[in-house]
């Protein structure tokens, strides 16, 4: 039987460890608090992220890595974006030699603009042979409550994302299917949460869905700018973990990105909206990451310039309204 462990027992960590579970693997859950990893180990539910889920009773729980990673075939990292390094540096000890590391995360780091994948290459030392990511329109609140959806693992070794398919594909209600361009679905993952932002502020703002259309468009644009910059294959982003995050995320009154945003434009502070965050919302910290990585690379995000301008600048959402419709005028395929 297969053994994965995963780290995170937020939203997504949770409800990933589900699917395996379900699928037939043996499981078990990593989580910091002794109260909540209790919960999930003897009543089988996570109160704090998916209250009134029910959990399957084989999926275990600890708050011990060394426990969780003992003879771990698949290390499944679910924790926010800008705490990955100084955790998995603590856990990498106990990580089997033959593990494959799996990234569920959708962030770029602060301060050294890397991706998640490369983060777990830096600091657990592996090969890209042995590093997969998991991304797609996957709301974890709709998935653990049974919906259906799909998703994209990505590996460069496409035998690891295959195996990883295997373990995770659940019908009817959990379909991967593989890619090997784990930069594009990377990129994806990580800048369709930006996006979110904006069309969240011009949401709170009282605009109407042609706006939303235009930033999700023009936000496509941007991720593939970005992605033909970093080397990614230009179909990922038609696809799943492309256009299909960015879709999911944008629209959902269930996407802590768009939701932040949403109360931005409403007029909230970045301190209330923090306050009003229980959970991770990766675009907050990552419009900075993706705006550096975009200048290094000389790639132009016009929409991601603004985000980072209401988020951390003071811009009021007008001006950044404003100065986006006030640029020159394109041909729509500039700069593609
Ligand atoms: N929730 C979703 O629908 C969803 C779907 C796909 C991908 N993701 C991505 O998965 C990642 C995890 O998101 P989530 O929704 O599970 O987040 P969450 O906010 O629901 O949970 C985060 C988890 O990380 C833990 N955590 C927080 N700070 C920590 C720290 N300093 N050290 C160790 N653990 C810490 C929390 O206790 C919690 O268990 C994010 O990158 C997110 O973008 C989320
Ligand atoms: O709630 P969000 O904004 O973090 O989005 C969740 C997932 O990434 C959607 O695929």
Redesign the pocket.
């Known amino acids: 039987m297969t053994k994965a462990a995963v780290f995170?027992?937020?939203?997504?960590?949770t409800t990933f460890a589900m699917i395996l579970a379900e699928a037939g693997n043996e499981v078990t859950l990593w989580?910091?608090r002794a109260e909540l990893v209790e919960s999930i180990d003897r009543d089988h539910v996570n109160p704090d992220?998916l209250p009134g889920v029910p959990l399957p009773a084989s999926l275990r729980a600890t708050t011990d890595p060394e426990r969780a990673l003992a003879g771990a075939d698949f290390v499944v990292l679910?924790?926010?974006?800008q705490?990955l390094r100084p955790?998995l540096a603590v856990w990498r000890p106990y990580i089997p030699s033959e593990a494959v590391l799996v990234s569920?995360?959708?962030?770029i780091e602060l301060g050294t603009t890397k991706r998640m994948s490369e983060v777990i290459r830096e600091v657990a030392e592996v090969p890209e042979e042995r590093v997969a990511v998991v991304s797609g329109p996957?709301?974890?609140k709709e998935i653990a409550q049974r919906q259906p959806a799909a998703t994209v693992v990505a590996c460069a070794d496409e035998s690891v994302a295959e195996r990883l398919q295997a373990i995770c594909h659940l019908p009817p209600w959990f379909r991967p299917y593989t890619n090997p361009d784990v930069v594009g679905v990377e990129l994806g993952g990580a800048v369709k949460n930006v996006i979110a932002l904006a069309v969240g502020v011009s949401a709170g703002m009282g605009m109407g869905d042609n706006v939303s259309a235009m930033l999700i468009t023009r936000g496509l644009a941007e991720i593939s700018r970005l992605g033909a910059a970093l080397g990614a294959d230009a179909h990922t982003f038609a696809g799943l973990a492309g256009m299909g995050d960015l879709v999911a995320t944008c629209v959902s009154p269930l996407s802590r990105n768009r939701t932040f945003g949403e109360n931005l434009g409403r007029g909230m502070t970045l301190a209330e909206a923090v306050a009003a965050t229980k959970?991770?919302a990766?675009g907050v910290k990552s419009c900075e990451s993706v705006l550096e990585l975009a200048r290094k690379h000389d790639v132009e995000m016009p929409i991601t310039e603004v985000v980072v301008g209401v988020v951390h600048d003071g811009m009021s959402p007008a001006e950044a309204g404003m100065l986006l419709m006030s640029r020159s005028p394109k041909p729509e395929r500039y700069g593609l």
Do not use: I
């Open positions: 995170g027992t937020g939203s997504w960590g989580g910091r992220y679910a924790v926010p974006s705490r955790n569920l995360m959708k962030g996957n709301l974890a959970q991770t990766e």
